[in-house]
């Protein structure tokens, strides 16, 4: 569609908000001459038309509820790619901020809702390849920015431990699927913590990679120096093999260096942990609002890796405590300056862009911010607030500490080979009321992020692993390794599940038509 070029009345408002002091004779003396470069907009929409596929036709369901007893479906499909390879036969369900060609994708918001994506995601397309079948998009929570599993514009998603309860977000609707057993595997994003929150809440395995180890092309970005996918997995063997195939540069992301090499994450885990140093960290336990049942949980987890042969102590890592605090401040003017002002991708980027969801969504938040969450709310006031008061000094601060932050954790991994602490404070919530207060509805999207949030800031891989059950319900460890050595991290995790026998799953909720 031509670009509509603009009357000198709309010109008038662009030069009065920069302050440009120009006089009607100015701005009529500069309309055509925008009018002739704008030329080029035409040209360059011409040309993307002409080398960008359509958008191909894939049957999808949106489940009735009898189908989706836990809330955890968007919609449902049956997308085959090569169907040889280490990933045939399996299932998995794609997190609804990661696009499925001409499957609808919502991101759990209002804002998204009706989009339908053009390409696959490079991890959707890796997974195709490697025979794996996509059985749905799992729902994701409103613009991924919630811990809890009550946000999403489709409802809340429920623990399949307990329907009262939260499955963790925001990729709550991928570990619902996969705790439950709907599917074999999900993939999730984490951006403070989305893939660990669920995993631990909802009693899976849930990994974290390097940042740039897996290319994010094709999901909704929030910020994208903390934007992470990842395998969401009943075992740890499932998160090594699903790593596998997704890991490695696509020459899209500029996120991932150049010189990246994927590691064998199968074959190391059949190399004994024996030996390997942990470092329980001080500052992962007893926060404010830290259940004592998991603190103790993840305490006995530690000796269990103990009695399977690794040693481990305590490692005080004070700049961990200062980790949320930088993530506040990266992901509140990060995502109000990317993933809603700038409609996402925002600009000055090496990346593949997705130009038809640019336009969707930001003609749509415009159309009416209400239909924002609360959680994003909350974001919009204080980043747009700061940013416009202090220009964007106290996000350049943060992104400068982050290489405190990192070499801190990475001073504590020169003695250690991996770190330990819970993976929340506290296990699964109950849901709020549809009724609920907003404090209420903010507090259980939030409250879990202590421990998640700074590594997605420093950028080091950590997994989620059940650590055992309390109170009738699962509890997690995190297990944090140095940057691009996600290897090691999972042998730890594999040792463990061995140890322990394997993981528990839920056995009171039944999820028909998976």
Known sequence: ??????????????????????????????????????????????????????????????????????????????????????????????????????VPMMNGSATVEGFVPRRDATIVSRMLDAGATIAGKSVCEDLCF????????????????????????????SAALVASGAVDFATGGDQ???????????GIVGHKPTHGLVPYTGAFPIEQTIDHVGPMTRTVADAALVLSVIAGVDGYDPRQPANLVVDDY?????????????????????????????????????????????????????????????????????????????????????????????????????EDGSEFSETVKLVLLSGRYSLDRYRGKHYAMARNLTSHLQAAYDEALSRFDVLVMPTTPIQASVIPADDAPREEVIARGLEM??????????????????????????????????????ATVLRVAHTFEQAVGGFPAPTTVAVAGA
């Open 1 to 102: 569609m031509p670009v509509q070029p603009p009357d000198p009345s709309i010109l008038s408002t662009v030069a009065e908000s920069y302050g440009l002091g120009l006089t009607d004779t100015d701005v009529a003396s500069f309309t055509p001459l925008v009018h002739g470069v704008l030329q080029s907009w035409d040209v360059v929409e011409r040309l993307h038309a002409e080398v960008e596929p359509g958008v191909p036709e894939r049957a999808w369901t949106r489940p009735e509820a009898a189908d989706n007893p836990l809330g955890a479906w968007y919609v449902t499909c049956e997308v085959t790619g090569s169907g040889e390879g280490p990933l045939a036969g399996r299932t998995v369900a794609v997190k609804d901020n990661t696009a499925v060609a001409g």
């Open 146 to 173: 919630s811990g809890g599993s009550h946000t999403s514009r489709t409802g809340p998603v429920r623990n399949p431990w307990d329907p009262t309860r939260s499955s963790g977000g925001s990729s709550s609707g």
């Open 192 to 202: 403070g913590g989305s893939i660990r929150m669920p995993a631990s809440f909802s």
């Open 266 to 366: 199968v074959g190391a885990l059949e190399r004994s942990a024996e030996g390997l140093r942990v470092g329980v960290v001080s500052e992962g336990f007893g926060h404010p609002n830290s259940d004592p049942d998991v603190d103790d949980a993840v305490r006995e987890a530690v000796e269990t890796l103990r009695e399977a042969g690794l040693t481990a102590e305590d490692v005080s890592i004070p700049w961990h405590a200062h980790g949320l605090k930088l993530w506040d401040v990266i992901s509140i003017e990060g995502a109000t300056a990317q993933m809603v002002d700038a409609n996402g991708y925002g600009l000055n980027w090496q990346g593949l862009y997705d130009p038809e969801l640019m336009e969707f969504y930001g003609n749509k938040w415009r």
């Open 449 to 486: 992020v202590a421990n998640t949030a700074p590594t997605d800031v420093s950028g080091h891989p950590a997994c989620n692993v059940p650590a055992g059950m309390a109170n009738g319900l699962p509890t997690g460890m995190m297990i944090i390794g140095k940057r691009f050595d996600d």
